[in-house]
């Protein structure tokens, strides 16, 4: 089987542990996590943990159920590029004297669609948000102008291209079984 970027995406309430409890399968399984992302969802009291990992469908449907079957983790999803809008954001800083020396600045942000951050005697931080190989074209430019002194860039942030995401349309479907339930009690 051929292997392939996936984006799996993890939803939990925020217990001590819980990345632990995640990662472990990735580890048994000795694959390597590309990205990870945490925050809290839309869903009160709902995390959300966005992974990315190169492999086969197969092993990305074994994670996926293995994730699942954790007590704290409330559900589990797969998905290819295709089924999501996907972004990464990346801070670069450079010393203000060679961008200066460079020239043309305002070419510079309008060619990448950068913003300045901050501003120093010292140094420019710029910010890109884009997709990795934009965060990196970027990067390998003002790495081969003018050096970049720090450079961060965080792990993939994915919705779906559906109206609702999956956990609503999966926590409606409980609420109504539950609510059936007490009407034919």
Do not use: W
């Amino acid at each position: 089987m051929e292997k392939k970027l996936y984006t799996i995406t993890v939803f939990s309430e925020n217990m001590p542990g819980i990345l632990n409890q995640i990662t472990i399968v990735f580890t048994r399984r000795q694959l390597n996590i590309e990205t990870l992302s945490v925050s809290p969802s839309a869903l009160k009291g709902i995390h959300k943990f966005t992974i990315t990992v190169e492999t086969t469908l197969d092993i990305v449907r074994k994670v996926v159920t293995q994730i699942d079957k954790r007590i704290d983790v409330i559900k589990a999803y797969y998905n290819t590029d295709d089924e999501l809008v996907v972004q990464e954001i990346a801070l670069y800083k450079v010393a203000t004297d060679k961008v200066l020396e460079l020239g043309g600045i305002e070419q510079l942000i309008r060619k990448h669609n950068i913003r300045i951050l901050e501003i120093t005697p010292t140094c420019i931080v710029f910010e890109k948000t884009g997709m990795y190989e934009e965060t990196q074209h970027l990067f390998e430019e003002l790495q081969n102008s003018i050096g970049v002194l720090q450079f961060i860039r965080s792990g993939r942030v994915a919705i779906t291209k559906s109206k609702v995401e999956r956990l609503s349309d999966m926590l409606a479907s409980i609420e109504e079984c539950i609510k059936q339930q007490k009407i034919v009690k």
